[in-house]
């Protein structure tokens, strides 16, 4: 039977979403552990986003199979017996069988936060990247506009495959600012590696006057990483929602 779990979790003691060898350091890992005693046999859970270390998710989904049928609230009460504390499921159902978390996504949402104050947060320092210094916003939303829409976005990603295409659609980067801090909020079809963090790391640049809003038409059809800016810091990167189809899941 197939399921579909919703979490959160505090990726900041983790190197990853993705199980890596031996290691437990990574939420798949935690969650594939606690499945396959519940399952007695080996279980793989598919995340619908591989979010890299240090990196958040106020929603994150994940599917996957056991072979006896259990009671989605039963699986959701063990899990959360013996995950570690930061790391919650919030809801469990059964999927249909054909439903796969990351194939079926439509899209996903991810918040970045970044202070510019020029004392930290101590409170906040997990959830956010201490810049401090103050930003052009009128020309980081220019510089927004012209990164959304669909485009090849190789230059704004860490690694990428000559197998796949990086081609991606934008729909929207909102920039919001309250209380010392600036919040870039992305939805997109999808991302490559490290394309939200770059983006992020790009458009502070701009916002410190380092380069112009109008560098960005050229630095996307560079596709060369070296054109972009830094990559931010994980910290203050958090995978907010991923979005699917009504009838993507099916299930109950």
């Not at 519940?38 to 240090?54: C, F, I, K, Q, S």
Request: net charge positive; with cysteine.
């Amino acid at each position: 039977m197939r399921y579909l779990i919703h979490l959160s979790y505090d990726g900041t003691r983790y190197s990853g979403w993705q199980r890596q060898g031996n290691s437990d350091r990574t939420i798949a890992g935690k969650l594939e552990n606690i499945l396959t005693r519940m399952n007695g046999g080996e279980v793989t859970v598919h995340g619908a986003g591989r979010t890299d270390a240090g990196v958040h998710a106020l929603d994150q989904t994940a599917s996957f199979d056991l072979v006896k049928p259990i009671d989605p609230s039963d699986v959701m009460a063990t899990l959360n017996a013996y995950l570690p504390e930061d790391i919650a499921v919030t809801s469990c159902k059964t999927a249909d069988s054909r439903f796969h978390a990351r194939l079926n996504a439509a899209g996903k949402i991810y918040r970045y936060v970044i202070r510019t104050d020029e004392v930290k947060d101590v409170f906040q320092r997990r959830y956010q990247w201490h810049l401090g210094k103050r930003l052009d916003i009128s020309e980081m939303r220019l510089a927004a506009d012209l990164l959304t829409g669909t485009h090849d976005f190789t230059s704004f990603a860490t690694s990428t495959s000559s197998k796949h295409s990086a081609i991606r659609t934008v729909k929207r980067i909102d920039i919001r600012v309250k209380d010392g801090t600036v919040t870039l909020e992305y939805e997109g079809t999808g991302f490559l590696y490290n394309m939200v963090r770059i983006m992020t790391g790009t458009l502070c640049e701009i916002g410190m006057g380092q380069r112009s809003a109008s560098e960005i038409p050229e630095i996307i059809s560079a596709r060369d990483r070296e054109r972009a800016g830094m990559t931010a810091p994980a910290q203050g990167l958090t995978l907010v929602r991923v979005l699917y189809p009504e009838t993507a899941a099916g299930g109950k």
